[in-house]
Structures are given as structure tokens and as C-alpha cells.
């Protein structure tokens, strides 16, 4: 069953960042880094919040950090929170003004320059088109299953795919930036040639990601491909 919120307020208030609603974790009054966690498509329909329970479980074991699930433009939650804008059909789309709006803004308010992001799927696209639109924003981005050669994508489709060319950006990509790849070799959504072409193209450049690659694991965001992110980012932030 799919659920419906017709009751959703576009987004307003404290939990607003720029257009987008978002949800965030942690007490502390200066945090030594923020840690940004950016959602998929969710082509089935419904609350876009299943990065929320990630999100709270980070901040739980880190108190000197901030956790922060953004919800993308025209996607909401379970409790009514609902970002501005087209949710674009569900469907891969270019979010990356919004987002990088909205990260400065939770920068500021955080006083913290220090951002960490995960990104899934269409998340994990619009997280590397970030690190070549605004190079120096993110400290540290984990990318899982993404989407990065759109016209790689479509040719195996057979039709246009809509959203941000991030390894056509990598060569604006901060030498700084870590930069960690998580895909499942079974992912039938998103092939894992995706990670693989990044990867390459960046090593290429002179950049120093890192790739993982998780045996039999298909596209969603669950253990163990969850796990493993919850790892690296442990020791990202540290």
C-alpha cells in the first residue's frame, strides 16, 4: 500500500533550508561537522524518509556531530514535511541548486564549514554534480549507486535520461575532497559500469576515490550496503 500525505505543508519554519524540508539529529550547539544524508528517486511513491532512521542513528553515536536528512524538491516525510517544488515524476532530475542552497544555509546555522554527505541513487547523482558545481563545499562525500554518465545510461535504456552529467564535472572536483563509492554488483536500477566509470575517469584526473564494491547486493539502501556506509562514514568524520 502507498501511502499519502494531502495534509503535507510545503516547506516553512526552522525545518526549512532554503525550498527543502529536512529533518535533523544531534544536540550539540557547535558541531564539529555537519553530515548531510540525501535520499533516492522513491519511483514506488510515498514518504521519502528512510534516510532518516540513518541519519538519527549516526547522530546517536557521535554527539559532536550534526546529522541531517534533506528531503529533495516536492518530496516529504511521514510526519508532513514537504519540500518546495516538482518531485519531477520521481524520476532522476537536476537538484543541485536547491541542495547546495540549502547546504550553505544548514552551514551557517550549524556554524560549521566541515560537511560530510551521502547520497543514494538520484541522491548520490546530484551529490556529484555538487563536488564539481561548488568544489569546496563538501569536505567528504560518500556516493552510493548513483547515476553519473547519464548518456552511458540512456544508450542502455534506449531512451533520454534527465538529470546532471557528474563525470562530465569531475575535472572541478577539489583534489581535497575524499571521495568514497558504494555500489552492489548486483544493482539491476543502476549498473554498477557507473561507479566503475566514475572511478576511473577520476583516478584519470589525478583525484583518489575510493570504490566498494558489495558482492550479490542489488539497489536499495539496506544491509548490507547500509552497514557499509554507515562504516565509511565512521571513519570519514573521524
Known sequence: MVLAFTNAIACSGEDCAGSLAYQAYGNNAKPKAAVIFVHGSVSSGGPADYMYKYAKQFSENH???????????????????????????????????????AIKVLSAKYGTRRIYAVGHSKGAMNLAGILGKQPSLISGAILVAGVYDLQSLANSRGRMQNGIQGIDLL????????????????????????????????????????????????????????????????????
Open 171 to 238: 575535472p572541478s572536483v577539489s583534489k581535497e575532497t575524499r571521495i568514497i563509492l558504494i555500489h552492489g554488483d548486483n544493482d539491476s536500477d543502476v549498473p554498477l559500469s557507473q561507479s566503475l566509470s566514475y572511478t576511473q575517469k577520476a583516478r584519470d584526473l589525478g583525484l583518489k576515490p575510493e570504490l566498494i564494491v558489495i558482492p550479490n547486493e542489488g539497489h536499495s539502501f539496506n544491509r548490507p550496503l547500509s552497514t557499509t556506509v554507515i562504516e565509511q562514514l565512521n571513519q570519514l568524520v573521524n
Open 63 to 101: 554527539a559532536d556531530v550534526i546529522s541531517i536528512a534533506l528531503l529533495a524538491p516536492g518530496y516529504y516525510d511521514r510526519n508532513g514535511k514537504q519540500s518546495d517544488g516538482s518531485d519531477s515524476g520521481r524520476r532522476l532530475s537536476d537538484d543541485t541548486d536547491s541542495l547546495i542552497e
